[in-house]
């Protein structure tokens, strides 16, 4: 590794480009939370879309790892750097990637349904990878300094943010009708459209991109073969990526697990689907409000003790929306979105450092190994957040029918089975905190402190070399 000379001085226009970049992920991402209602509701897969998850979720095993490997073991010489020549490859597949998840036939045979289903996740989760692995392991080459890190981190939440919350809030107003039923061939168009601005904003990124912190890779017949085996192996002995990917997983499990039980809870229990996305807009608001903070914040108190305190705030916030009266009227719709302020400020606590920790995480496997291995550890981290994305939504599916839900019934479920969703969601939202709390305070090590110490022998070591 080596800090790379006569570059231009780290500032706004970095945080920009991150940010868009994962605004691009977030084009065609955002769009997964309709995958269920989309799947149950329009096309009538019911339980057999929670099968059709895990089996996808097998090609998500092989995939992730093995291109995150690919990218590790490439040695030739890019002209600008190689994690940017294949974000651009991802960004083209994924124009049509997310509506190849959306493909309109409810009248095609199960059989034809488990095809498409299964051929467009496997089309769209190809290109994700092949975008998504290299964006995130960008991070630690932009800028070796902590603050700065910080800032992309912390632009790479505001990207993802309004990524999110653009679909979040426009597509219920669009993809549901007057009586809260889904319309699903507007989905489709949606999904193109989506996938045209993703690829928009992954060309600014590109663009716009400098790396600082470059990779001196010596070609010979002696340097040492990579070892795919041995880099996984290296990333379960790394610490602080096992506590940030299971923190990561729990946020997941809860927010993706839970977003088709949020949309059920809106259709059935307050009977207003088309202003979900507002309502959730609006919780998203604690997180706007500390992203500008959180440079400041980290110089001061270090990323995990502020992502601990984050996830202290969820588990409180979780817990008072199991137990406070949240009843099917505007009453119980202010206390749900006073619950879920208090959740979002523990959520962005953590997501504005999350990507930041991820860039120590992989520091400290060469800290540790003396192997950066940035494709490996960022890929097995993308697969177990993947899984989790994968496994959430389809265990919630399971209890929720277990819980009475009927896909064909659309927004008509009995007051039983509402009833049952409104409980079921703080059920979920909870455990995503926990989880996060575990994985954040208990597994991940690398505190102010150590983190600093671990900053100053790698700059040693690289000076030296």
Not at 4 to 15: A, E, H, I, L, S
Not at 175 to 183: G, K, P, Q
Not at 273 to 290: D, K, N, R, W
Not at 358 to 373: H, L
Request: charged share 15%; aromatic share 12%; with cysteine.
């Amino acid at each position: 590794m080596a800090q790379k000379k006569n570059v231009r001085p780290f500032g706004m226009r970095d945080n920009l480009a991150y940010a868009a970049g994962d605004f691009g992920c977030n084009m065609s991402f955002a769009l997964k939370g309709t995958m269920a209602i989309f799947w149950t509701q329009f096309m009538g897969m019911d339980l057999w879309y929670s099968l059709l998850l895990v089996i996808v979720q097998v090609w998500d095993a092989i995939n992730d790892p093995l291109i995150g490997s690919m990218i590790d073991a490439d040695k030739h010489q890019y002209k600008r750097n190689k994690f940017l020549q294949y974000i651009w490859a991802g960004s083209i597949g994924l124009i049509v990637g997310g509506a190849c998840c959306f493909l309109p036939f409810p009248n095609a045979p199960v059989w034809a349904k488990f095809i498409l289903f299964i051929a467009g996740y496997v089309i769209w989760d190809a290109f994700y990878t092949v975008a998504n692995v290299p964006y995130g392991s960008l991070l630690g080459l932009i800028s070796d300094n902590p603050g700065d890190r910080a800032s992309l981190s912390a632009w790479r939440s505001v990207g993802s943010l309004v990524g999110n919350m653009a679909p979040m809030v426009i597509l219920p107003m669009i993809i549901y009708d007057a009586e809260n039923n889904l319309i699903g061939e507007r989905v489709f168009f949606a999904a193109l459209l989506m996938g045209f601005l993703g690829f928009l904003c992954f060309q600014f990124m590109i663009k716009n991109t400098e790396i600082r912190v470059e990779s001196d890779v010596t070609l010979n017949e002696e340097a040492p073969k990579f070892n795919v085996m041995e880099a996984m192996g290296n990333f379960l002995k790394n610490r602080p990526a096992v506590g940030a990917t299971l923190a990561a997983m729990g946020m997941f499990l809860g927010q993706q697990g839970a977003a088709t039980a949020v949309t059920v809870m809106f259709q059935s229990y307050f009977h207003n689907a088309q202003i979900s996305g507002l309502v959730s807009m609006f919780a998203m608001i604690p997180i706007i409000l500390f992203t500008p903070l959180a440079r400041k914040m980290v110089v001061k108190f270090g990323k995990q003790e502020l992502a601990t305190v984050g996830a202290i705030c969820s588990m409180i916030a979780c817990a008072l929306m199991l137990v406070l009266p949240i009843t099917p009227d505007g009453k119980g719709i202010v206390i749900y979105i006073v619950c879920q302020l208090i959740n979002s400020l523990g959520l962005g606590i953590y997501s504005t450092v999350s990507w930041a920790m991820m860039g120590d995480a992989i520091d400290y496997n060469e800290w540790k190994t003396g192997k950066r291995e940035e494709g490996t550890v960022y890929a097995l981290h993308s697969f177990f957040r993947k899984l989790a994305q994968g496994v959430g939504p389809a265990l919630a599916l399971v209890i929720m029918t277990a819980l009475g839900y009927m896909g064909t019934l659309g927004a008509n479920q009995s007051p039983e089975t509402a009833l049952n969703m409104r409980y079921l969601v703080a059920v979920l939202y909870l455990v995503s905190a926990v989880m996060q709390f575990i994985g954040l305070s208990l597994i991940y090590n690398l505190n102010k402190k150590n983190l600093t110490k671990m900053t100053e022998e790698l700059k040693a070591r690289r000076a030296k070399a």
